[in-house]
């Protein structure tokens, strides 16, 4: 079955960093997402992998080894405003996202 | 770029009663869009997924009797809640995708409804 697992909650320091780990079981593979949530509001996409490596995007990066269906999202300077839930997605051979439950992100100043 | 809207972003009915709900894609051709819930701390569900003029595919456990769902051109998607009940409140969010553009098959999202049945 298709399956993709992260951790429910994580609590981290203003101005810290936080890694939040994904591990992915999917039908074929075309890549994986993160997606920040904010409470009641819609997903916003973060970043894309589908090559092993590390990915940066200012403050986000992303990393992938497919071979051990791995990825994790790192937050660096955390700030207040990154208090949201952030969701894991994977997409599979029929270009379909499978969802992680999300990890809700607790900053304390 | 790539923007996508819903309506109405909440409402709420009394039970018995049903609510369409609509999804535009304002600025790009959506060859596929998709449908989600979501309940409260709960990540997101997806119940269809549509391809502009033919039937949406369900999820399986989801009605599709109930929750029916219009594709009827490349910028617009309703979904539309029949015979509503309490169990039936959620945020549904509906994405989008262009298929023909995107190298990665990204799916854009529209802001969300939020459905209270009373």
């Known amino acids: 079955g298709q399956n993709i697992d992260q951790p429910t909650e994580m609590t981290a320091t203003e101005g810290a960093i936080v890694q939040i780990n994904c591990t992915y079981q999917?039908?074929?593979?075309?890549?994986l997402f993160w997606y920040q949530q904010h409470a009641g509001e819609a997903p916003t996409f973060l970043s894309y992998?589908?090559l092993d490596g590390l990915e940066e995007k200012g403050r986000f990066s992303s990393f992938l080894s497919r071979s051990k269906g791995y990825s994790y999202l790192l937050l660096k300077e955390l700030q207040m405003k990154d208090s949201a839930s952030y969701l894991c997605?994977?997409?599979?051979?029929?270009?379909?996202?499978?969802w992680g439950a999300g990890t809700k992100l607790i900053i304390k100043p | 770029g790539a923007v996508v809207s819903q309506h109405p972003s909440w409402v709420i009915c009394k039970s018995g009663t049903s609510v369409k709900i609509e999804c535009r894609s304002l600025?790009?051709?959506?060859?596929?869009m998709f449908w989600y819930r979501q309940f409260p701390k709960q990540s997101l569900m997806l119940m269809a997924t549509?391809?502009?003029?033919?039937?949406?595919?369900?999820e399986q456990g989801v009605e599709k009797d109930k929750f029916l769902i219009n594709h009827a051109s490349l910028t617009l998607s309703t979904l539309t809640v029949t015979s509503a009940h309490p169990e039936d409140s959620s945020f549904y969010i509906c994405?989008?995708?262009?298929?023909?553009?995107?190298?990665?098959?990204?799916?854009?999202f529209g802001p969300g409804t939020r459905l209270t049945v009373t």
């Open positions: 997605a994977a997409m599979d051979s029929n270009y379909q996202l499978i």
């Open positions: 549509s391809n502009e003029g033919s039937k949406a595919t369900y």
């Open positions: 994405s989008a995708r262009d298929d023909e553009d995107r190298d990665f098959y990204e799916q854009y």
């Open positions: 600025d790009f051709q959506a060859t596929t």
């Open positions: 999917t039908s074929g593979f075309n890549g």
């Open positions: 992998n589908v």
